[in-house]
């Protein structure tokens, strides 16, 4: 553990503790499609305290993308013109949908933007808060520093059009800028008579600062790498500034930094104040998480339409955690062969009805309950404008529905990893349902110690910024510029145990370096060769890297490159769990192992320690002239698959004698008499993932080969996801955040082939709870093809923020 970090034990029953020094209390919600929003029309009460200085600081959770294309979070206007404006302008822009602009207009002289900046970034995620920041400062003497723009702490990369090249210093800006009577100040829509540009999203914290072009550590932080809010203290508003707390349900709009500038409720009631925050995000609707395009979000993705035909299903944002008490509430409010409770949501699959599968569990208006079988089971009564309750006893393995606070009776039902849904399941007749998991205030009193599904409440991870270890410290992905003799990479907050090198810039191997074999010693995932020894190549493993020689493909003279880290625990130790022995080290919190063993030549088994059950294992024979290709085991095809060698392109092979058809068990995994994972007398290596919750994720999906691709839950915020197609031929495919660092995530690199980096120009997004597909490409989302995943977090879905 760094001396630097702050570690924050939990409060007890409380996961999180005080994670968070200042917390965040309440947020609105703005609902600009519906004309619910913000104005300040009245003139200010003096001249702008200094207009070439400004610093604008807000949290945004986004309801959906405006679907105008032209959806206004901010803005000032001035004879109709939108002056100063932050917004949605994916039906425009270069970039398209999810790119967020700012801009200072003004109607003469040319040209008539100060500044109109398109972000290059997409914001689309809808399960978590981002921090927005800008900062204005014209009187300084380098142009690129009079405008900045900040996302979660970090700059955004944007590009400027229809404007001077910089903005000329000394210019004043129009945030504060009374120009004349037709002044407004909104905060969604655009304008006051006009909804369709309008924007749906969650607002707190809004801080508007004239005259002071502040440093964004006033407004936030980085704790364990996370970006959080910081208590606002020793701000100077100016004459035309403001600070919008939203505490005061009476008066959303109520100003408090002193300056009276206060906003007026347009549309909006005190059941629009909630309790969301960065600080505490709750549960909603997850429109990425929909199964039909026609299925309508509103309410702040708290109310789901399913259309009157085609039907459709509206799934919630949080999993159902693996221990704990939860409750929410649905509301009917047109119901007519609706049904609401759980279900086992994947991309593309029908879970709605497989027996014992742990599908659905579903509470029909007409009282009767599915339950992973088409058959109804007579469950309770019926309903229609009713509140419906769910608690749901993880630790006791039961569900209960609840009518207007009436039990309907306990289900025998493990829930674990199952979503809230809405649907109208086969009627097509289409219905509306309101969702509250308890940041409105629920409607009745949840049973005791029951809790409402918020990030606050979620159980503490064992690996994330809160813990004793945080995801960096046992994984991550590092970039660094060959030299062309030797380098030592110094930028870990580990000693690695398993490194994996790939030149990004030329068709150079994939080298695999592990500390049971020892340094200089590598594998090559692309090809079938045997373990080689390089000295050259990565000639040790340090207390925060490792150090490389110039072997070209880790280290060529101004190329670049990337590294991807996993910590175990050193050389190794003897292990005698299986049949055949084997040398283990082993990261148990992390779920990670290298094996070593001698093959037998027949069925045998091998000791993993990792003490639970490992959900993908990877192979290699050693040897040299053993030609052998990798071998791959993923728990969600079975043992009776080998899921396909990493230097394969070819589809899963259904064939019993790679694993001798059993599955792996919390102390070891059998191999066959098959010389790819037991070659006789050979030396064989294996890697080995078990799933860490909120750390990493091992899965399946279907493709639907569209560029609006499936989204996969995780229940992290993704550092490093690998992909590979099953059922056909397709790459492996791997992507990561270093590489990318906001989205679309786009820069490829194939374990199966040598070639440099490549890019999809569109390939998916990582979110704060998963990552949603971009493109059509077979590699990972091809109509019907089916995918297997590895994937490893950032930061865990409890403390994550948007990206």
Not at 27 to 32: D, L
Not at 532 to 538: E, F, I, N
Not at 782 to 801: H, I, L, Q, R
Request: proline share 4%; aromatic share 14%.
């Amino acid at each position: 553990m760094s001396a630097s970090k702050k570690l924050i034990q939990a409060s007890a029953g409380v996961g999180g503790g005080d994670f968070y020094p200042y917390t965040i209390d309440n947020s609105v919600r703005i609902q600009g499609t519906s004309s619910k929003y913000l104005s300040r029309s009245t003139a200010l009460s003096s001249s702008p305290t200094d207009a070439q200085k400004l610093s604008f600081s807000c949290w945004i959770k986004l309801n959906k993308i405006s679907p105008s294309g032209l959806g206004y979070f901010f803005l000032t206007m001035s004879s109709g013109y939108p002056e100063f404006a932050f917004y949605d302008y994916s039906g425009y822009s270069t970039y398209g949908e999810g790119s967020w602009q700012f801009q200072d207009y003004r109607p003469t002289p040319n040209p008539r933007y100060l500044m109109r900046a398109d972000s290059i970034s997409k914001q689309r995620d809808f399960s978590a808060w981002y921090h927005l920041y800008i900062v204005v400062d014209t009187t300084l003497s380098t142009g690129s520093d009079r405008y900045k723009l900040y996302l979660n702490g970090v700059p955004i990369p944007y590009t400027t059009t229809d404007q001077p090249a910089e903005t000329p210093q000394n210019t004043d800006w129009h945030l504060f800028t009374n120009t004349n009577s037709a002044w407004g100040m909104y905060i969604s829509p655009a304008l006051a008579t006009n909804s369709t540009y309008g924007h749906d999203f969650y607002l707190a914290e809004a801080h508007a600062v004239d005259g002071t072009a502040y440093d964004i550590s006033k407004f936030g932080e980085f704790k364990n790498g996370v970006w959080i809010p910081v208590e606002p203290s020793g701000i100077s508003y100016g004459n035309g500034g403001f600070y919008l707390d939203f505490a005061d349900s009476s008066d959303l709009g109520k100003d408090v930094s002193g300056n009276g500038n206060h906003y007026t409720s347009i549309g909006l009631t005190s059941s629009d104040q909630v309790t969301d925050t960065p600080t505490n995000s709750f549960a909603t609707l997850n429109p990425l998480a929909v199964t039909a395009s026609t299925v309508t979000l509103s309410d702040g993705n708290l109310r789901a339409v399913t259309p009157a035909v085609g039907g459709g299903n509206a799934t919630g944002s949080f999993a159902i955690p693996s221990s704990g008490k939860w409750y929410f509430e649905f509301t009917g409010v047109s119901v007519s062969n609706g049904m609401c409770g759980l279900w086992n949501y994947l991309p593309n699959e029908d879970y709605a009805y497989q027996a014992g599968a742990n599908g659905v569990l579903l509470y029909d208006a007409t009282g009767v309950l599915f339950k992973d079988s088409a058959s109804s089971i007579s469950y309770g009564a019926s309903y229609g404008a009713d509140v419906i309750g769910c608690a749901i006893d993880v630790d006791g393995g039961t569900v209960t529905f609840y009518k207007n606070n009436s039990s309907q009776g306990a289900i025998i039902y493990d829930a674990t990893g199952m979503f809230p849904v809405i649907t109208d399941g086969s009627s097509g007749s289409g219905v509306t349902y309101d969702i509250n998991f308890g940041q409105l205030g629920f409607t009745y009193t949840p049973p005791t110690d029951f809790l409402a599904l918020c990030t606050a409440n979620l159980p503490e991870p064992t690996i994330g910024p809160n813990s004793a270890t945080i995801t960096s410290e046992v994984f991550a992905p590092i970039l660094y510029t060959g030299n062309g003799t030797s380098q030592s990479i110094s930028t870990l907050e580990f000693q690695p145990d398993f490194t994996w090198i790939k030149n990004r810039d030329a068709a150079d191997n994939h080298m695999l370096f592990d500390a049971v074999r020892g340094a200089t010693k590598y594998s090559n995932s692309n090809t079938t060769n045997a373990e080689a020894t390089d000295v050259q190549s990565l000639s040790s493993f340090n207390s925060n890297g490792f150090s490389v020689g110039n072997n070209v493909a880790v280290n060529t003279n101004t190329e670049d490159y990337v590294a991807w880290n996993w910590k175990a625990n050193g050389s190794g130790v003897s292990n005698t769990d299986g049949a055949t022995a084997s040398t283990v080290s082993v990261n148990t919190d992390a779920g990670f192992s290298i094996v070593t063993y001698t093959g037998t030549g027949s069925v045998t088994t091998v000791g993993h320690g990792l003490g639970v059950t490992p959900n993908f294992i990877i192979v290699k024979a050693r040897d040299e002239g053993a030609g052998y290709n990798w071998c791959s085991y993923s728990s969600m095809l079975g043992p009776t698959y080998n899921t396909g060698g990493l230097d394969v392109t070819s589809a899963a092979d259904a064939h019993p004698n790679y694993w001798a058809n059993t599955a792996p068990t919390s102390s070891v995994f059998t191999v066959s008499t098959y010389g790819v994972v037991n070659d006789n007398g050979g030396q064989m290596l294996a890697y080995c993932f078990a799933e860490i919750e909120g750390f990493s994720s091992f899965g399946k999906y279907t493709g639907n080969g569209s560029a609006d691709g499936p989204m996969i839950y995780t229940g992290m915020r993704p550092a490093w996801v690998m992909i590979k197609k099953t059922n056909g031929t397709g790459n492996w495919d791997i992507f990561d955040e270093d590489r990318d660092t906001y989205n679309v995530v786009d820069l490829v690199l194939y374990p199966n082939l040598a070639n440099a980096e490549q890019s999809f120009g569109s390939a998916l997004d990582f979110l704060s709870n998963g990552f949603k597909l971009r493109s059509s490409a077979n590699d990972h989302n091809a109509s019907g093809g089916t995918y297997v995943y590895m994937a490893f977090a950032e930061n865990p879905f409890k403390y994550s923020n948007a990206r």
